[in-house]
Every structure is written in C-alpha cells, then in structure tokens.
C-alpha cells in the first residue's frame, strides 16, 4: 500500500490539464488541493482535502463535520505525472488538529473510499432514485467508469 499514517500529496499541473474538462474536480491552481493516496482494485485513488463539505461522504477531521477528506471528489491516478513530487514546495494545508484526527486512521480511512465506490456503483445502476440522481451528479467517479470497469445497465 502507498498510504503510510496518510502522507499527503498534491496533484500536478499534468493532471489539470488532462482533466480541465471535468468539472466536477476540485482545481485551485493557485494553491493546489492536497491529497491522500489509498490503492484499492489495482487503482491509486486520491482523496482531496476539503473545507465546507455539505455531505455525508467525507472522513470528516473537525467536530463540526466540515472538513476533511472528500469521497465524492476522489479520482483515480492514471499516470505517475499526476502527482506532484515535490510537494514541500507548498505550504501545509492542514492543520494539527486534522493531521491528528487523521493519524493512523488508514484503516477507517480505507472502508470509507470501499463503501463510497460500492455506493456510487450501485447508484449508477439505479438512478431513477433521486439521492442516486445526486450521488452520481457530484461525483468525480463519473469520469472514470471505463478504469473502474463500471456497467451503466440500470436495474429496475
């Protein structure tokens, strides 16, 4: 596994280009989101860093259920380029409160990427339901059903 007490990376310039289309993925170019790399169905997943988050779909960091690590926003890394090694070069953007709530929480951390991709699976297979309709509108998954082996067939 790639995530050792959740080390935090930045995606690259190389990813937002490929992905400018996207719109549901975060882009602050100024001050790029920070992310958490988990492996999982022999994809690496990055997990932003978020404030204001209005869901349930998030490993939440403050006791207000505002911050924390977004599921909806989660995208695989196709290409190594897509990370940005040099990560030092930016500012932390995590507090000590967060990176404490986060510390050796892999495992939980981890069932919540799981439980958002069945979710999200599942959803896609049922969208005549409305919270499907909104799971699957909002989610960056939806960029990736090809890499996710995902089969848009509903189930009535």
């Not at 310039?13 to 289309?21: S, W």
């Not at 940005?84 to 951390?109: C, D, F, G, W």
Request: charged fraction near 30%; charge should be positive.
């Amino acid at each position: 596994k790639i995530v050792k007490n959740l080390s935090f990376y930045f995606l690259s310039r190389y990813f937002y280009t490929d992905y400018a289309g996207c719109s549901e993925i975060e882009k602050k170019f100024d001050r790029p989101y920070a992310v958490v790399l988990i492996e999982y169905e022999d994809l690496t997943f990055a997990i932003p860093l978020r404030s204001h988050i209005s869901h349930k779909y998030a490993f939440f960091t403050n006791k207000e259920k505002t911050k924390g690590l977004d599921y909806s926003k989660a995208v695989p890394i196709l290409k190594d380029k897509y990370i940005e090694l040099q990560a030092q070069k930016y500012p932390s953007t995590i507090s000590q409160s967060e990176r404490q709530m986060l510390y050796n929480k892999t495992k939980e951390v981890e069932k919540g990427l799981i439980d958002y991709i069945d979710k999200y699976r599942n959803a896609i297979k049922k969208r005549h339901i409305y919270a499907n309709q909104q799971l699957c509108k909002f989610s960056c998954l939806k960029y990736f059903h090809t890499e996710l082996e995902i089969d848009e067939t509903p189930i009535i």
